[in-house]
């Protein structure tokens, strides 16, 4: 059973928890995910790590209520516990592995919308404990679903916050203040969006006119975590992906985000998994593509 020290209600229905899980948090980069289960019968659950810290064996994740794993996962309180916490799962994020006095002189952006803010945390946070600043982009639809803007502010070196409707900072997308920085003279040599699929997309559709290369996280779109359910099958340069085994992160040039978003439709119902199934054939799992799956 892994221990929840903390909870706290960040926004309308999004929450955050601080859990006692040390092996994790002894092991986990930014970029990567866990996978959590309320109880023995509940939903597997993956969610990225938003923050860790390894003295103390915890880690924190943040979760919005979309349905009744995660609406049971907000009814649990402090001293509670999880009855499953694997991980870490996933690729870390790239630049862990980069040389620090490299990336001193690289410039980057960071863009996240609504929750995607919690997965960007702890890569902004990794690179300003390395001496490493970057700018940063936070959008919500509204001043009130808004998150982490204090935690953010302490380890961006710009933090650039807008809302959709103008109750807060700038008003308008994301991807306004991003075509407002560039043409104001701000050169960056890399960009890392994550957030909504639809935000993903239209970032990269600027990004790539702006020859900006772009990372993208597609953790929306895990559903098992494991590469056995299909769900976050992907198309990326040509070649097929899951996010789960072989991301989250991708270049977000080259993923098809309108197959992406259309595939996720289609597998929300018993009668179109079995679709892509039959479409799909072995190619339709992650890991072993032959594990047979939900058959």
Known sequence: MYKIVETKELAANIFSMVVEAK???????????????????????????????????????????????????????????????????????????????????????????????????PQVKWLHEHGIQADVIVGAKTRELLILEEEMKEVAG???????????????????????LVSGGNHYDVCVAIGPMIMMKFVCRLTKELNLPTIVSLNPIMVDGTGMCGACRVTVGGKVKFACVDGPEFDGHQVNFDEAMQRQQIYKTAEGRAFLRAKEGDTHHGGCGNCGGEK
């Open 158 to 180: 710009n933090l650039y916050v807008t809302t959709d409707d103008g109750s807060y900072g700038r008003s308008g997308m994301v991807t306004q203040t991003i075509s407002d």
């Open 23 to 121: 092996r994790v948090a002894r092991g986990c980069q930014p970029g990567q995910f866990v996978i959590v289960r309320t109880d023995a019968d509940a939903e597997r659950i993956p969610l990225t790590i938003c923050d860790y810290d390894r003295e103390k064996g915890t880690v924190t994740i943040v979760f919005q209520i979309v349905g009744a794993a995660t609406q049971m996962m907000a009814a649990l309180r402090t001293g509670d516990a999880f009855h499953d916490f694997v991980g870490p799962l996933g690729c870390p994020s790239e630049f862990v592995n980069e040389d620090p006095e490299t990336l001193k002189r690289k410039k980057m952006l960071f863009v996240a919308g609504g929750v995607g803010t919690a997965p960007v945390y």
